[in-house]
């Protein structure tokens, strides 16, 4: 009864999550090729080092089971007699998230591969991707995606639980792009949900999956515009966007009082980490950041009673 179910015959399933998720997972493959592709999705997902029994043609004469395998071993014994198509694996995987009575945080800062491209801070970001909310089937929109950082977390909130949901990393910086393609290889190894968009927002928008959810990290002078954008493709698209000007906090407000929406906010955070010097330890202030959320605008804007600032 502690054994999870999965099937990724004639669909898409984002099975290595499960696998991350859940101790044991019993997966009924599907298609040529299912059981080395597993193999080499689980390698790439830093999960080398969980356990494989690989099983098919139950009750017949050439009834065929490998018992307790590593990936790179269980491809091993693929090469030397291929799978069939209709294989089924049972995985055990004693890090999974599953009981865990300290579940591991999310990626620090300096897990990132960074260059010179600006990155949300940890706080910033933890405090951002709560107050997206974001379920099992997001398709979640990273504007001005710098390093990928919050890209590379929502897929993971996404994938937590084997969601089917998507992310688009919209970036027009060359070299943010490189950062943000290797963030995606550390983090999420071969995973399809991950989608990579050159351009600048909102034009960069134009063609995409309708989103869910949106986490403006810049706009390039462009909030407003970007915003209806995103209103025109989901009027109940979540969005949050960070602001570390008052230029930016105004458009923000511009964009409040225009669209009127019924969740609105705005929090400031000035998180100041502490570093050890020697024998002191010095608080090592970050900039202060503005998180805004935006949500379903109202028809009637007269509604909406605004204190002048």
């Known amino acids: 009864q502690n054994v999870h179910p999965v ?6 399933c984002d099975v290595v999550a499960y696998i991350r998720s859940f101790k044991s997972c019993f997966i009924l493959l599907g298609g040529a090729g299912s059981v080395p592709d597993l193999c080499r999705q689980l390698v790439s997902s830093g999960m080398s080092s969980v356990t494989l029994w690989a099983g098919e043609n139950f009750s017949y004469e050439d009834e065929r089971i490998a018992w307790q395998m590593t990936p790179a071993e269980l491809l091993m014994e693929d090469e030397r007699l291929p799978f069939g198509s209709l294989a089924c694996v049972l995985v055990e995987n ?8 300290y579940p591991q945080p999310g990626p620090q800062d300096e897990d990132y591969i960074r260059g010179q491209v600006p990155m949300t801070k940890k706080e910033v970001r933890r405090i951002s991707l709560d107050k997206l909310c974001i379920g099992s089937q997001a398709v979640c929109y990273d504007i001005g995606a710098g390093t990928g950082s919050v890209a590379v977390e929502m897929g993971m909130e996404i994938r937590k639980w084997g969601g089917s949901g998507q992310v688009y990393a919209i970036e027009r910086n060359r070299e943010a792009l490189q950062l943000i393609e290797s963030n995606c290889q550390k983090f999420h190894g071969s995973w399809m949900g991950f989608h990579i968009v050159e351009g600048e927002a909102p034009e960069a928008m134009k063609g995409l999956e309708p989103p869910t959810h949106a986490f403006i990290g810049g706009s390039g002078g462009h909030m407003r515009e970007i915003v209806a954008a995103l209103l025109d493709a989901n009027p109940h698209v979540r969005i949050v966007a960070n602001a570390i000007t008052l230029e930016t906090v105004g458009e923000i407000l511009a964009c409040m009082k225009e669209f009127g929406f019924a969740t609105g906010e705005i929090t400031q955070i000035w998180a100041a980490p502490v570093d050890t ?14 998180v805004a959320v935006m949500q379903d605008p109202k028809d009637d804007e007269g509604e909406i009673q605004w204190q002048e600032l």
């Open 277 to 290: 010097v020697g024998s002191y330890h010095m608080p090592k202030a970050q900039n202060p950041v503005y």
């Open 94 to 101: 004693t890090e999974a998230a599953e009981g865990q009575l």
């Open 7 to 12: 099937s990724s015959h004639g669909r898409d």
